[in-house]
Each structure stands twice: as C-alpha cells, then as structure tokens.
C-alpha cells in the first residue's frame, strides 16, 4: 500500500497532519485580531484583580491607623469625637462608611455603635450594630453581639436581646463570659414571667461552665462554703 493510501486509510477524509497545520495556521490568521482581543482583556482582568487587592490593601493599612486614632478619644469618653472626628480623624462613622469591604470598616461599624450607646442615642447604636459582621474569635465579636442585645432591650425589643445574649454567649464559648451573657438573657426572660425559658439557661450555665464564677463555692464571713450563685438563680426560675 502506498504511502498516500496509508495516509488515506488513517484520515478518511484525505486530511494529512500537513494539511491540519496548514488549517491551524489558516484559522490563527483569520481569527488573528479576536484573539489578540482576548488575550489582551485576560491580562487586563488578572492585572485588574492584583491591582484592586493592593489598593484595598492600602486602603485597610489606613482604615487601621486610623482606627487607632479613634480608640484614643474612647479611652478619654469623647465619644463625640470619636464619632464625628476632629478634622484629622474622619470619626469612627466616617470609616465605617468609606472603607467598605475592609476589616477596618466592620470593627468601626462595631465601634459607631458603642459611641452611639454611650450617647443615649439607641436607635443608631442599634443601626450600626446590626451591620456589624462577627467573625469567629471569642472576644470583641460575641461583645458586639452582647452590646446589641443591650441596645435592644434597652430600645424594648426583649425577645430580640434574649437572642442576642445567647448568640453572644456560644460564639465566646468559654467559663468567663458566656456565663454572663446567659444570666443577662435568663434575667429578661425573668422579667417576662418565662421563668422555665430562663432555668433552662441557668441550667445550662451549672452543667456547661463548671469552671465560672457562677459555679464556684462562696466563702461566707463565718467560713462556711455555701453553694455558687448558680443555685440561687435556678431556685429563683424553679418556684
């Protein structure tokens, strides 16, 4: 069989890899101008994507400074100022509302919102709380939620403080604060007259938080070691 019957046999269609080159080729010129187009907008869309990551880079360095600035009038109490800024310092709202999409801006939405509380004003606490995004540490989120839930029950919205505290309460997950917020939500659902809603978090507290102050023995002026404060409350919800 000769060379070209072969080829034939191979590729019925009489196409030899020559002529498939030859097509590829043919295809590449005709077709020379989109794909340079697309070549082009793929590298325009990846240096996009580096230079958005680095500006928002810069722009959470400066939130963050910026932040700290702002911490400092909290430790004087000008919460005013810590609010509004100075001239220098935008003020924690400012941040809040100018440096979306970085961490920076999420822990000011959490900051305008204590400033906010500490002025009577609930209403912009509750605003600012609620756009605060916890993350998954056990500290400053479960606080932001636990700051929330007293704006809320200051602003009468009881059942949603109760919640509140409780989300506040398994995000810190830990003997120190957790029992805290549980008692704070226990006590307004007391307030309520749901007394078995509120033992079913004192219980809670004496079986999940055996380490808790709430727990632990108290030593009375006559030395005698009395019950922790724990079965006090649940004898309160039990009658």
């Known amino acids: 069989m000769s060379q070209k019957n072969k080829a034939l046999k191979q590729n019925p269609q009489g196409t030899d890899a020559t002529d498939l080159l030859t097509s590829s080729e043919a295809f590449i010129i005709k077709n020379k101008k989109a794909l340079i187009i697309g070549v082009v907008a793929l590298l325009l869309i990846v240096l996009g994507l580096f230079g958005l990551r680095y500006y928002q880079n810069q722009r959470e360095d400066k939130a963050q400074t910026l932040l700290t600035q702002g911490l ?3 430790q004087q109490q000008n919460f005013d100022k810590a ?9 924690f709202k400012k941040i809040a509302d ?3 999409f970085t961490d920076a801006s999420n822990i000011a ?10 002025t009577g004003d609930v209403k912009n606490a509750i605003a600012y709380l609620e756009k605060f995004s916890p993350k998954g540490d056990h500290t400053v989120s479960p606080a932001g939620l636990a ?9 009468g919205q009881i059942d949603k403080a109760v919640k509140k505290f409780e989300e506040a309460a398994e995000l810190a997950n830990n003997d120190a604060t957790s029992p805290e917020y549980l008692i704070q939500a ?4 007391q307030s309520q007259n749901k007394d078995a809603e509120a033992l079913k978090l004192y219980e809670k507290i004496k079986s999940d938080y ?4 709430y727990n632990g023995g108290i030593m009375t002026n006559d030395s005698i070691i009395q019950d922790g404060l724990i079965d006090a409350y649940i004898q309160s919800a039990s009658k």
């Not at 700051?147 to 602003?155: D, G, I, K, R, S």
Request: hydrophobic residues 40%; proline residues 5%; contains cysteine.
């Open 147 to 155: 700051t929330l839930a007293n704006c809320y029950a200051e602003n």
């Open 109 to 118: 939405k959490l900051w305008t919102g204590i400033c906010y509380a500490k």
């Open 98 to 100: 100018n440096y979306s």
């Open 72 to 74: 400092a009038y909290v």
């Open 186 to 189: 226990a006590e307004l659902l």
């Open 83 to 91: 609010l509004n800024g100075d001239g220098a310092f935008p003020g």
């Open 210 to 213: 055996p380490a808790s102050n």
